[in-house]
């Protein structure tokens, strides 16, 4: 054993099925990260920290452990039989071996700090591409034969998940990353290699070809818009700098693009590239063109394909194998763009992966569900040659049987049963996550957590076919702990709510739940431990305080149990809690926060995460005087040295001699309890995916099983070959005998039992069965609410169909407590009914008592405790909304007031309006802050500035001349004359607003005037909106005034109304909140609908208030004075005038008491007078009334007058407002243009910075691309006059020859001079040999192949060297001499050729420099031109100044059909330029007018003159032809005969007979001449029928003479292409030359036309001016 730190690895190539080694181990678990072919009938993959080889043909499995940290990155070349893998750890090494030998050729040690993301290996040649993960992300190529870096390259591996050299060409290494494909060159010099980036640019996802959207260095211009300036690119824009904002830049401008999922190469060095999108490409990496084969959005895509995501690609002799979605596999067969599927095969499970094997025989195929199909192209056969399912592992353990089965359990529910060779027995789908597992030691079943809280007993004595025979719902937690008592008596189990369950582990028992105790904390740790001797079984629990959220624990709980059988019902209660008479507690407290413990014999071993070690604590002896409740502080025995990487968990082997501890670190520390100084480390996980997650001993204690956390891997490992103690090995081995013996029994009874027992509720999911407890009686849904207890609302917090073993349990209890004492209960509300019936009925009676005799309500309530206590919970939940309430109102106060702060107190100028009285007309003030210090700060500033650049402008003239002065001041004149609104550009100055300091917009040039000029235009702005606020507040002001003026008005006209007993409604005015805003900022109290709540002290002081107003009006009741006055004036010390439409004259009392008749004289007098003052009153009562109406109408009058009037003002207002508002714009949008021109300024600036670092950079690298030019240049020089040396050399072999042979016959010396240039055919031989299937049939040559070449030549010599090639005659030594010189012949003329080759390659590589070179110029060139550039548009920016001019529609001359003018080609002139040119022009049109008039009358006689001469001359014409005609009168022949002939009659018989003697000669020529044709074509038909039979020879020659001419042609065409290609070129080339030199002749002579014209027209107008001129002007 090792001592402390001492290690000791699994080194070696295991075979699982070799039954004749003793210790065996194996791996399983397939993750599909990576798989390859290792030779023609073995495929490699990871598992773990192991490598796993699994020979298809006979499927059988070897492992490989890792010599590092676990396994990374992993390829293979099943082609030369080597495969390389790397390691998981800080600066990570690659590994290469050989295959079948298994042996470690080199190991490559790298520059990479944390990891590789991938590894290839080259097809021809000893070659590694390997890519690093952050932080360096670099591409490294070795030479893995003797672990040389051939070349690297840094920073370019950046998401890269996949390399692939080029099968036929080693120096071609694609990459793929998740964001694209890159094609890496390796260029070659000697030994100097170096790699060279070619990056694909895909296609957009809807497979448009798209240029990228990144700026270029030019300068882009808009047409047909005005100047802004120049547009600069996102960088400059955003202000970025670096390469890091290109890269930003480069995904925010261009288009999304394909993701890439799979790459193959093709026999043509090119790329077959599948997408997500379903898009296939064939990429040429020479070009780096992209043609898209397939594409599933056009119409006639098709069908099996459209769907298809290509996930991989593989090529083989048959065409292009695709995996797709679905599990179909697809052979395609590429005819250019046409896409034909040849084969198609299905397979059971979706699969993923698709490769070829080395001898293009088989296909493989794999699935992320774990497994592995063979497939066989021409047979079409799919074997299965590995399921072993995929998904990380929960928990394994091993049955307590001497064959050493695994169980297993994943994270889905997958439980899966193992030999001890690692072949999968069977397996069984529980359909449920699970997180713990657990073998009975009693029978053949083990015990499954679920995270829904259900133990699920499997019995697996079916290995084939486990199954379901019980299950139990004991938690609503995930149950975290599962152990069975070594004995087999108890299982133990626990979560997270601090319950410890007791179950029965026998099979005969039906595993029944005995009971459970409760722990203080949730539980961390759970183990048990027999004690034989006392009959006892020790369970330890370490639980953590509740309230904490650490994962550590100090609290351990060892509970007792008895051996006997508990299940009796006085070891229990009626809730199922284990009673004291039976279980024992004692709690301990530790110093150290632990993580993990396990129980011993009388010790506790446990793991502190926090300190990183081992502690052991001796358990006290004497715990019978302990009560459950009293705390033992524990201190360690030892402490030892833990785990470097937590947290660990530890195991206890089952003879209690060794301790098994593993972390995430992926460690398997083995100690001996004894001494825990000593272990043994063992790496069977990677630390990387999380560790070990769970380890298990055997029955044995020499076997252990390890799952790891996220790696997918299950490890079993012998524990005889790992330097352990041979003793404790024999006392284990003797241990595990005498627990067989002892357990044999029982064994054998409740394995019979288990057997027996029925699978569980077959078509049943795990987890979802009722509970076998009674069901919640329905009638507790008709109880009264306040007869309900806290039991009963406890049962109902849980469904029933959900309910675990102790929630029905309680219910179990409820129900019989409700059965047994229902008759109770039934009388006791029958009591309470009438109860309450009774005090209801006092209360009623109550009411009607008289309230001296009336009783408290409080005082009917017979139970004042309950009163108490809900008034106290009543109030407490008023509190709670209370202080709810009060919070909500704070904050709400608080953002009220953050509010009023923000947009209210801080504003110096509240917004309001004004509102019109007879309309909707509104005025609305500037609200404005006050301004800052700083802003006053910088507009003094500017204006001091300004004040010292006029006082400089001032004094400047004064120097002068006073002839330039006078000038100057005539200039100035007419300059302040022409100073007006349009060359200002706002009306700011006509507003009487404009600052004196304001720059002329024409002299803006700097920044720094730029940003004065807005500082300024700012203050211009404040200054208007501030003088319209006091105008504004003056109108507001003025309403108001009108308002109080208005109700006056309505008051006394109310008062005459009054009078005139006259109810009419009046026109009342008033501020609205728009006007009066700080209304909105309080609240009256009518505008609060709810009552208002007073607090005891508000009420208090409420009546307090009430009581001093009550005092102080009692107090003011005794002023007799006010009294008095009130009695005798109605309060008012002026005498009021009397109302005269009150006024009634008394009739007199004789009228009312007599009749008319019995009136004497004296009361008819008094009547008459009294009929007389009564219509004099009425009369004066008439004007009265007439006045007041109209008195009326006056003020009705007045008002409306007063209020039309005001109307109109704030009309005016509005419309001053209006200019304020246009001034405003105005002023703002010269702002807009300068803030704009400062960030263009900006802009260029950052441009200038980013092309300067550019150009730095460039010339940086064009530096270093001299220097390594010059040094290339110097070798090829070196090596070329190496090359001429051995060239010399080899020329002087052939010299030397017949030196060599001197003393041999000269025809003898010839014969050998002929031997001697002969050479054996090895490209030829090797030809043959070939595999014609191959697709890559032929590799590409380069100088690394040249020594394997020179063996193949010399061995192929061996042949010629035989001495039966010996000339007859020769002697054997002068043979033996020729031998060796022609050996060494050959072996100059092959390093000829190496050299050669090689210098042919630094000769490419030097030009490649020089083609770098000079783009690098060019380069360089560009960004200076570019630069040179910006500055002129810079210059240019900066002089061409935006001015904002005013100009009214009749000054525009431009076309405004637009929106928006285009005043690019416009010009501004001065008015008076243009008014006087227009004089000008009409003075000068007039007289031209006068001229032309002059002109048309002349020339319209000579016109006349000439037209009469024409005619003239035409008449004369014509005369002349006729005579001419005349004189020039022919007759024929037979006319003169006519005309000279007398005898008409016999001239006409005569010419008869003429005639009859032609017909008669023609007759008879005809005859002859139709006797010769018959003739000729008797001749032709005889010829005729010889043509048809040679015809019908050559007709059957044809076909083969076609076929010749084919062949023929075809060869021409391959033959010839070039140089008809070249003849074609040039011949285009000659084309285009005399093309073009054509165009300039045109070009040349269209131009001479165009002059010519223009000189004609000139010419034209001079002599004959037109009116069209005039619009010119």
Not at 187 to 193: A, I, N, Q, V
Not at 434 to 452: D, E, M
Not at 1100 to 1110: A, G
Not at 1202 to 1229: G, H, P, S
Request: aromatic share 6%.
């Amino acid at each position: 054993m090792a001592e402390n730190a001492g290690y000791h690895h699994l080194h070696g190539f295991l075979v699982a099925r070799d039954t004749q080694r003793q210790s065996r181990c194996w791996i399983q678990g397939f993750t599909n990260k990576s798989i390859a072919y290792v030779d023609n009938t073995t495929v490699c993959y990871s598992s773990g920290s192991h490598i796993c080889f699994l020979n298809l043909e006979t499927q059988i499995q070897s492992v490989l452990k890792s010599p590092g940290r676990g396994v990374g990155a992993l390829t293979a070349n099943g082609n030369n039989g080597i495969f390389a893998f790397s390691e998981q750890k800080l600066c990570p090494s690659i590994f290469v071996y050989i295959f079948p030998e298994v042996h470690l050729k080199n190991e490559l040690k790298g520059a990479a700090q944390l990891d590789y993301t991938s590894l290839t290996l080259s097809e021809g040649g000893t070659y590694l591409g390997c890519c690093s993960a952050l932080p360096e992300h670099t591409i490294t190529v070795w030479n893995w034969e003797n672990a040389e870096q051939i070349c690297t390259q840094p920073n370019a591996g950046k998401g890269i998940v996949s390399l692939l050299f080029n099968p036929l060409n080693w120096l071609q290494l694609c990459a793929l990353s998740t964001t694209g494909l890159t094609v890496w060159n390796i260029e070659k010099s000697g030994s100097f290699h170096v790699l060279k980036q070619s990056v694909i640019e895909l296609p957009a996802t809807d497979g448009s070809f798209v240029e990228s959207l990144m700026p270029t260095l030019n300068i882009v211009k808009k047409e047909k818009v005005p100047y802004f300036g120049p547009e600069m690119p996102p960088s400059a824009i955003a202000g970025l700098q670096g390469d890091k904002a290109d890269n930003i830049l480069a995904k925010l401008c261009t288009k999304a693009r394909l993701t890439i999922t799979a790459i193959c190469w093709t026999a043509k060095s090119e790329l077959y590239v599948g997408c997500v999108e379903g898009f296939l490409l064939l990429v040429d990496p020479e070009s780096l063109c992209v043609s898209v084969l397939f594409n599933p959005t056009t119409a006639d895509a098709t069908p099996e394909l459209r769907q298809s995501n290509f996930q991989s690609l593989t090529l083989n002799k048959n065409g292009l194998i695709t995996i797709g979605k679905e599990n179909v596999v697809h052979c395609l067969q590429l005819k250019g763009n046409q896409i034909n599927i040849t084969q198609t095969w299905k397979t059971e499970t979706a699969v993923t992966t698709v490769m070829l094997s080395p001898d293009l025989e088989t296909l493989l195929l794999s699935s992320n569900t774990g497994q592995i199909y063979m497939l066989n192209p021409t047979s079409d056969e799919i074997g299965k040659v590995l399921d072993v399912l995929s998904g990380n592992f929960v928990a394994a353990a091993l049955l307590h049987t001497g064959r050493n089965i695994c169980v297993s359990v994943r994270e889905f529910g997958e439980l899966q049963l193992w030999s001890s060779d690692g072949v999968c027995l069977g397996s069984l789908s529980l359909q449920t996550q699970v997180t713990s597992l657990a073998c009975c030691p009693v029978a053949q079943y083990a015990a499954v957590g679920t995270t829904s809280g259900y133990v699920l007993f499997i019995d697996l004595n079916s290995e084939e076919q486990p199954r379901l025979v019980h299950q139990v719902h004991l938690y609503n937690t995930p149950v975290d702990h599962l152990v069975f008592e070594k004995d087999g008596h108890y299982l133990f189990t626990s979560a997270s709510d601090s319950h410890v369950y007791v179950l029965d582990a026998k099979p005969s028992k039906r595993f029944t739940v005995i009971g459970f105790t409760v722990v203080p904390g949730p539980i961390l740790s759970l183990s048990s431990q027999s004690i034989r001797n006392s009959g006892e079984v020790k369970v330890l629990a370490l639980c953590r305080e509740q309230e904490g959220q650490s994962q550590n624990g100090n609290m351990l709980t060892v509970l007792t149990l008895p051996v006997r059988d508990i299940s009796d019902t006085d070891c229990v209660d009626r809730h199922g809690v284990l009673s004291n008479n039976i279980l024992k507690v004692c709690r301990y407290e530790v110093p150290h926060p632990l993580e993990s413990c396990v129980l011993g014999v009388s010790e506790v071993f446990a793991y502190c995460h926090k300190r990183k070690t081992l502690l052991r604590f001796q358990l006290p002896q004497d715990t019978d005087s302990l009560s459950s409740q009293e705390v033992v502080q524990l201190t360690p025995e030892q402490e030892v040295k833990g785990h470097p990487l937590g947290p660990a968990s530890l195991v206890l082997s089952p003879h209690n001699l060794w301790l098994a501890s593993v972390g995430q670190d992926g460690l398997l520390r083995i100690q001996e309890t004894v001494s825990m100084e000593r272990y043994i480390e063992l790496q069977c996980h990677s630390c990387r995916l999380g560790g070990v997650r769970s380890v298990s001993f055997s029955a044995d204690s020499q076997t252990l099983l390890t799952a790891g956390f996220k790696d997918g891997s299950l490890l079993c490992t012998n524990l005889r070959n790992t330097g352990l103690d041979g003793g404790k090995m024999i006392e284990a081995t003797l241990h595990s005998k005498s627990m067989e013996m002892f357990l044999m029994k029982m064994f054998n009874k409740e394995n019979h039992v288990l057997i027996d027992l029925p699978a569980w509720g077959k078509g049943t999911v795990p987890g979802s069965e009722k509970p076998t407890g009674p069901e919640g009686s329905t009638e507790a849904e008709s109880v009264d609410v306040t007869e309900q207890d806290d039991s009963y609302n406890s049962l109902l917090s849980a469904p029933p169909s959900h309910l675990t073993w102790l929630e029905s349990r309680r219910e179990a209890v409820l129900k019989e407590e409700s059965e047994q004492y229902s008759e109770a209960r039934k009388n006791m509300r029958k009591t309470l009914k009438e109860l309450r019936d009774t005090i209801q009925e006092m209360m009623r009676e109550n009411e009607t008592l008289p309230e001296i005799e009336r009783l408290e309500l409080n005082e009917f309530n017979l139970d004042v405790e309950e009163q108490r206590r809900l008034d106290a919970m009543v109030e407490q939940e008023v509190i709670r909304v209370r202080n709810e309430i009060e919070w909500e109102m704070l904050a709400k106060s608080y953002l009220r007031d953050v509010l009023k702060k923000e947009c209210w107190d801080s504003m110096k100028v509240k917004g309001k309006a004004i509102e019109a009285f007879h309309s909707e007309h509104e005025v609305k003030n500037y609200p404005l802050r006050e301004r800052t210090e700083k802003e006053l700060e910088d507009l003094r500033r500017v204006q001091d500035m300004r004040k010292f650049e006029k006082a400089a402008c001032i004094s400047s003239p004064q120097k002068s001349s006073n002839t330039t002065g006078a000038k100057e001041k005539e200039q100035g004149e007419d300059s302040n004359g022409a100073e007006s609104t349009a060359v200002t550009g706002s009306f700011s100055a006509q507003l009487g607003y404009s600052n004196p300091y304001i720059y002329d917009q024409f002299s803006l040039q700097t920044t720094e005037q730029r940003i004065n000029q807005m500082i300024l235009l700012q203050d211009v702005i404040y200054r208007i909106k501030t003088g319209f606020n006091a105008n504004f507040e003056a109108m507001h002001k003025q309403k108001v005034q009108e308002l109080s003026r208005v109700r006056d008005r309505n008051q006394h006209i109310k008062e005459i109304m009054l009078e005139l007993d006259m109810n009419e409604t009046l026109w009342e005015p008033s501020l609205t909140v728009s006007e009066w805003p700080e209304r909105l900022l309080t609240v009256d109290d009518s505008e609060i609908k709810a009552e208002k709540y007073l607090t005891p002290e508000q009420k208090v002081e409420e009546e307090r208030k009430k009581l001093e107003e009550q005092r102080r009006l009692a107090a003011k009741g005794d002023n007799f004075r006010e009294r008095a006055l009130d009695n005798m004036m109605d309060g008012a010390l002026e005498v009021k005038k009397e109302n005269i439409l009150k006024m009634e004259i008394p009739p007199p009392e004789f009228v009312l008491t007599k009749p008319v008749i019995h009136w004497t004289e004296e009361e008819k007098k008094i009547h008459k007078e009294y009929e007389k003052k009564d219509k004099d009153l009425n009369e004066e009562k008439e004007k009265y009334k007439k006045a007041l109406e109209n008195e009326i109408k006056k003020l009705q009058a007045a008002t409306k007058d007063v209020t039309e009037r005001f109307d109109e003002t704030l009309k005016q207002l509005f419309e001053k407002k209006l200019n304020c508002e246009m001034t405003i714009y105005q002023e703002e949008l010269k702002m807009t243009y300068l803030a704009y021109s400062v960030l263009v300024e900006v802009e260029m600036t950052n441009r200038e910075l980013e092309l300067k670092r550019k150009l730095e950079k460039t010339v940086t690298y064009k530096d270093e691309i001299g220097e390594q030019l010059k040094t290339h240049e110097e070798e090829v020089e070196l090596f070329h006059e190496n090359y001429n040396t051995t060239v010399a050399e080899d020329k002087g072999l052939d010299k030397e020859f017949r030196k060599e042979f001197f003393n041999v016959p000269g025809l003898m010396v010839d014969h050998l001079y002929k031997l001697f240039k002969r050479r054996p055919r090895v490209q030829k031989m090797r030809t043959q040999t070939d595999n014609n299937s191959n697709p890559f049939k032929e590799q590409h040559l380069c100088g690394s192949l040249a020594p394997d070449a020179l063996g193949k030549m010399l061995k192929a010599m061996e042949d010629l060297d035989a001495p039966e090639n010996m000339p007859k005659g020769l002697n054997r030594s002068i043979w033996d001499k020729f031998c060796l010189v022609r050996r060494a012949k050959v072996e100059s003329e092959q390093k000829v050729k190496l050299n050669a080759l090689t210098l042919a390659e630094m000769q490419a590589f030097q030009q490649k420099r020089r083609d770098d070179d000079t783009a690098v110029q060019q380069e360089i060139k560009n960004l200076s031109d570019e630069l040179e550039r910006l500055h002129k548009e810079r210059n240019r920016f900066l002089m061409d100044i935006m001015v904002q001019v005013l100009l009214k529609p009749d000054q525009v001359e431009v076309s405004l059909t637009d929106m928006i003018a285009d005043f690019t080609d416009s010009v501004l002139y001065p008015r008076s330029v243009v008014e006087d040119l227009n004089t000008t022009v009409r003075s000068l049109g007039g007289q031209k007018i006068a001229s032309m008039v002059g002109c048309k009358d002349f020339r319209k006689g000579i016109i006349q003159l000439q037209w009469e001469h024409k005619k003239m001359a035409m008449q004369i014409e014509d005369l002349n032809n006729k005579k001419r005609d005349v004189q020039k009168l022919q007759l024929s022949k037979e006319q003169q005969d006519y005309l000279d002939s007398k005898d008409q009659d016999s001239r006409m018989s005569k010419q008869v007979s003429i005639l009859e003697k032609t017909i008669a000669f023609q007759k008879k020529t005809h005859q002859q001449s139709v006797q010769h044709r018959r003739k000729k074509i008797e001749q032709l038909s005889k010829q005729a029928a010889i043509k048809a039979k040679k015809t019908k020879v050559v007709e059957q020659q044809l076909p083969n003479m076609q076929v010749a001419v084919a062949e023929r042609r075809h060869i021409y065409e391959q033959m010839d292409s070039e140089e008809h290609q070249a003849a074609g070129t040039e011949e285009r080339y000659q084309e285009i030359v005399q093309r073009s030199k054509l165009k300039d002749l045109a070009q040349a002579q269209a131009e001479d036309l165009a002059i010519l014209r223009a000189e004609v027209v000139r010419l034209r107008m001079k002599n004959f001016p037109s009116l069209d001129q005039l619009k010119h002007v």
